[in-house]
């Protein structure tokens, strides 16, 4: 790869600011343009909140491409790809990244069709090595990892939460913000999105609870999330969930954490009713501490546990968020 490289990231954001996955996709563009002396830009592809551009800037981007659009309002692929496709061609990146979010693995592979090149989702490092980029992730349901790298340009990528440390705010940064209008036509968008259902949920985030606690299978319905819950909010952390419960609608989609789910670095994990498949630990491996319980002691959860309780839960996890309240109390 020749030339100081240019590293795009696509930003997500709240409503009053960018997400945490978007602030470590900064750093990550950070350290890879920094060891070479490239630059670092980020694109708002929706009707962004004042102040998201100035701090995406504080976060490490040299130039913002802040855009308005009444098409994009809300995320719509067709909307949101033209938009990106345009900026892409303007900027001439050498990488673009973004979240391994659900529009981020819709959006991609559509930018990356339209640039005529290739994209690598879900990735979980990238670095340059010997002048190329080299990103890894998951492969064969999370059981290995392999390496690729791309023959054409721009690379596209899509990176998963917990890879890498967002940078400190820094409020002294200096960098452009260009307002763009982008060109999205006039005819009519193919998708019409019929509802728009947001997810309710006050507690903490997944991707940034330092406990999260997750059930699977072994719950047997959907009440076995409410005792967990409970055992989150004593705890202050948050609930996640393995595949299999998400499908049977046991608890929201929004809770999966896995190969096909999120990826979550809590430092307390607690699985509740989980086997362990590789799918599943693809996505929670990274936590500081696994803590299972199960009623098989040959399940392969214990395995990359570093607690283990073997046995009915709805007997332990009571008994457990009352210790956890008794503990808070005499604090």
């Known amino acids: 790869m020749s030339g100081a490289p240019c590293i795009l990231v696509i930003a997500e954001f709240t409503q009053t600011r960018p997400t945490k996955l978007t602030c470590e996709l900064l750093g990550l563009a950070r350290g890879l343009a920094g060891?070479?002396?490239?630059?670092?830009?980020?694109?708002?592809?929706?009707?962004?909140?004042?102040?998201?551009?100035?701090?995406?800037?504080?976060?490490?981007?040299?130039?913002?491409?802040?855009?308005?659009?009444?098409?994009?309002?809300?995320?719509?692929?067709?909307?949101?790809?033209?938009?990106?496709?345009?900026?892409?061609?303007?900027?001439?990146?050498?990488v673009v990244l973004a979240g391994h979010t659900a529009a981020g693995a819709d959006l991609t592979p559509r930018i990356a069709f339209r640039l005529g090149t290739a994209v690598a989702t879900g990735c979980i490092d990238v670095s340059f090595a010997a002048g190329s980029l080299a990103l890894t992730r998951p492969c064969f349901g999370g059981n290995a990892r392999e390496t690729v790298?791309?023959?054409?340009?721009?690379?596209?990528?899509?990176?998963?939460?917990?890879?890498?440390?967002?940078?400190?705010?820094?409020?002294?940064?200096?960098?452009?913000?260009?307002?763009?209008?982008?060109?999205?036509?006039?005819?009519?968008?193919?998708?019409?999105?019929?509802?728009?259902?947001?997810?309710t949920d006050d507690s903490a985030r997944l991707e940034e609870a330092r406990?999260?606690?997750?059930?699977?299978?072994?719950?047997?319905?959907?009440?076995?999330?409410?005792?967990?819950?409970?055992?989150?909010?004593?705890?202050?952390?948050?609930?996640?969930?393995?595949?299999?419960?998400?499908?049977?609608?046991?608890?929201?989609?929004?809770?999966?954490?896995?190969?096909?789910?999120?990826?979550v670095q809590p430092e307390l994990y607690i699985a509740v009713g989980i086997s362990g498949a590789g799918h599943h630990l693809a996505?929670?491996?990274?936590?500081?501490?696994?803590?299972?319980?199960?009623?098989?002691?040959?399940a392969a959860i214990f395995k990359d546990a570093r607690f283990g309780v073997v046995g009915d839960y709805q007997k332990f996890v009571p008994a457990f968020i009352e210790e956890v309240r008794k503990m808070r109390m005499s604090e």
């Open 149 to 199: 790298s791309f023959n054409t340009a721009p690379a596209v990528a899509t990176v998963r939460a917990g890879c890498y440390d967002a940078l400190a705010f820094d409020g002294k940064r200096r960098g452009e913000v260009v307002r763009i209008e982008p060109r999205l036509g006039e005819e009519a968008p193919r998708v019409r999105v019929i509802e728009r259902r947001r997810d």
């Open 283 to 298: 996505g929670c491996g990274g936590a500081k501490a696994i803590v299972a319980v199960n009623t098989d002691p040959e």
């Open 35 to 94: 060891a070479t002396g490239g630059a670092v830009s980020a694109v708002l592809l929706a009707n962004h909140a004042d102040g998201v551009a100035e701090e995406l800037i504080a976060r490490g981007a040299d130039r913002v491409y802040a855009m308005r659009h009444a098409a994009l309002a809300d995320y719509h692929s067709e909307s949101w790809v033209s938009a990106a496709t345009q900026i892409c061609r303007q900027a001439a990146p050498t």
């Open 211 to 263: 406990v999260v606690v997750a059930g699977g299978r072994g719950l047997n319905g959907s009440d076995g999330f409410r005792l967990l819950e409970q055992l989150a909010a004593a705890l202050g952390g948050a609930v996640g969930a393995s595949r299999v419960p998400c499908d049977l609608g046991w608890c929201p989609r929004s809770w999966q954490i896995g190969l096909t789910g999120k990826t």
